[in-house]
Antibody, heavy 123, light 111 residues
């Protein structure tokens, strides 16, 4: 059974850097074909894709946020870390990580999600 | 504004059939598979349909998906009160919009 759990600060100040950690079990990011992604959802709004990292360290980012995002993995700790620089109040959202069971992009989907962590950006 | 277009709301009475549409373009739905996620109030999204029409284990067969050209649809038959949720379509996008695009979500109300 795959589980994922997001962790990080609940409150950050504008211009600060946000660091979120996704800790998972039941999967290994050293296994061929596996990926972990990040998605966020501002209060009352739609889901927004952020980034994905695959077992082979291939990374993809949202074009609109690419300059601010960095995704890394620590296979030994079963963790994926997302950093977002220069935080702004519009970045206030619930941030989710999710498991991607395929590297075939045209078949891309997220089959298991974490419960999410809420981040508020305010001074 | 979302890359994939969904109606903001839909409704039906218990037992009815409802459909939710998702419109995209050749760079996303037109060339990649569509997935649907269900988000019950106050919870994380859950995969409902993948690869256009495949149901993960545990998803009732009341839920079905289809795709034609650059559009996709989610159908729910035998509507139940517990189906009241937000529904999102998503797909890989081969253009600069990508790599993954979502619809704006459809809030389904069971009357």
């Amino acid at each position: 059974q795959i589980t994922l759990k997001e962790s990080g600060p609940t409150l950050v100040k504008p211009t600060q850097t946000l660091t979120l950690t996704c800790t998972f079990s039941g999967l290994s990011l050293s296994t061929s074909g596996v990926g972990v992604g990040w998605i966020r959802q501002p209060p009352g709004k739609a889901l927004e894709w952020l980034a994905v990292i695959y077992w082979n360290d291939d990374k993809r980012y949202s074009p609109s946020l690419k300059s601010r995002l960095t995704i890394t993995k620590d296979t030994s700790k079963n963790q994926v870390v997302l950093t977002m620089t220069n935080m702004d109040p519009v970045d206030t959202a619930t941030y989710y990580c999710a498991h991607i069971p395929t590297t075939v992009t045209r078949l891309f989907y997220m089959d298991v999600w974490g419960k999410g962590t809420t981040v508020t950006v305010s001074s | 504004q979302s890359v994939l277009t969904q109606p903001p709301s839909a409704s039906g009475t218990p037992g009815q059939r409802v459909t939710i549409s998702c419109s995209g373009s050749s760079s996303n739905i037109g060339s990649n598979t569509v997935n649907w996620y269900q988000q019950l109030p106050g919870t994380a999204p859950k995969l409902l349909i993948y690869s256009n029409n495949q149901r993960p284990s545990g998803v009732p067969d009341r839920f079905s998906g289809s795709k034609s050209g650059t559009s996709a649809s989610l159908a729910i038959t035998g509507l139940q009160s517990e189906d009241e949720a937000d529904y999102y379509c998503a797909a890989w996008d081969d253009s600069l919009n990508g790599p993954v695009v979502f619809g704006g979500g459809t809030k389904l109300t069971v009357l």
